[in-house]
């Protein structure tokens, strides 16, 4: 059960991290955008706290605010790193019409496929399709690089809605991330999906975790994407959390099931924003992801040098 907080400040009570001479400080941000530092060593820790002391999270840190100032009113001039270490990240797919659409155009090449295909079975299935997105080391947060990978040719962000759960499955916020995505690997065989989507920083989330005790409504969040090139905009995007063809509850059962996960994993709900067809990411293309009552997360993607053996 939700508990909604109607105090002043709290209705959209979001949390950061940033570095502050050397170390990681976590941090509260108000409905005014009121940043306070608070004294957790993690989000996970503000998390025990207020289980242990049998009050919401956001009421632990209205309490802790109550009597400090704020440091700034701007938390995008602070130094942000990821809102928590996420241990893992996993993903949905095909959990959008949207995404739906964009594999079965990459499995046949723009063909119209002639029989139901794999995708069209899982947007259907009551099984979703999930997968281990990203590991702490992989994922950066926001204003890193994320990488492009040398042996693709058609790159993608993939703008997503983040739950960010605890080792029982509970959602306990929401954030932003970027799934990385390589369109011609998977589209040449689903069974690539892993090298399709994971490589050295090819996933990010941040900025802030908005607590879930302070959404209404986890079905109305607005997601925008725009990517540009050189200060110019080449691609804007947007779509709504409405679209789901799932649950988020669904989502983390079939996670959970059988499954050991961690405080503060984190589980991407699929993207429902797809760039054209012919448009894949450049070196030094800036990518920024909103989502409406989170923030936005702003990453570069940087081609890198294949490290691989066979490139040695
Ligand atoms: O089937 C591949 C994964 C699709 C995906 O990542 C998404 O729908 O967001
Ligand atoms: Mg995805």
């Not at 790159?155 to 995505?181: F, K």
């Not at 894949?280 to 909103?290: G, K, M, S």
Request: aromatic fraction near 8%; glycine fraction near 6%.
């Amino acid at each position: 059960m939700n508990l909604y907080y109607i105090l002043d400040g709290g209705q959209s009570m979001r949390i950061i991290r940033f570095k502050k001479e050397g170390s990681t400080i976590l941090a509260a941000v108000t409905d005014k955008n009121q940043v306070y530092e608070l004294p957790f060593s993690d989000f996970i820790a503000l998390v025990k706290t207020s289980e242990e002391k049998g009050k919401s999270t956001v009421a632990i840190v209205e309490e802790v605010i109550s009597d400090s100032l704020p440091i700034t009113s701007d938390f995008y001039e602070l130094e942000l790193v990821t809102p928590i270490d996420a241990p893992e990240v996993w993903a949905a797919g095909v959990t959008y019409e949207k995404s739906k659409e964009a594999r079965n155009y990459e499995a046949t090449h723009g063909k119209e496929p002639v029989a139901e295909t794999f995708y069209d079975k899982v947007y259907d299935a009551k099984r979703p399709e999930l997968f281990l997105k990203s590991t702490s080391a992989r994922t950066v947060g926001p204003k890193e690089d994320v990488y492009l990978r040398s042996d693709s040719n058609w790159q993608i962000p993939e703008p997503e809605l983040g739950l960010v759960i605890d080792r029982n499955g509970n959602i306990l916020g929401y954030t932003v991330g970027n799934d990385m995505s390589s369109r011609d690997i998977e589209g040449e065989n689903p069974l690539y999906l892993p090298q399709a989507k994971v490589w050295k920083r090819s996933c990010s989330i941040g900025p802030a975790i908005r607590l879930v005790e302070t959404v209404e409504n986890p079905y109305q969040f607005e997601i925008t994407c725009r990517i540009y090139r050189h200060d110019e905009k080449v691609f804007e995007g947007s779509a709504s959390t409405s679209q789901l063809k799932r649950t988020y509850e669904e989502l983390v059962s079939y996670l959970t099931r059988d499954n050991e996960i961690f405080d503060g994993t984190v589980l991407l709900t699929g993207t429902c924003i797809v760039p054209p067809n012919e448009f894949t990411l450049n070196n030094d293309d800036h990518i920024e992801i909103e989502i409406s009552g989170i923030g936005v997360l702003e990453n570069t993607a940087k081609e890198q040098v294949s490290n691989s053996i066979s490139n040695r």
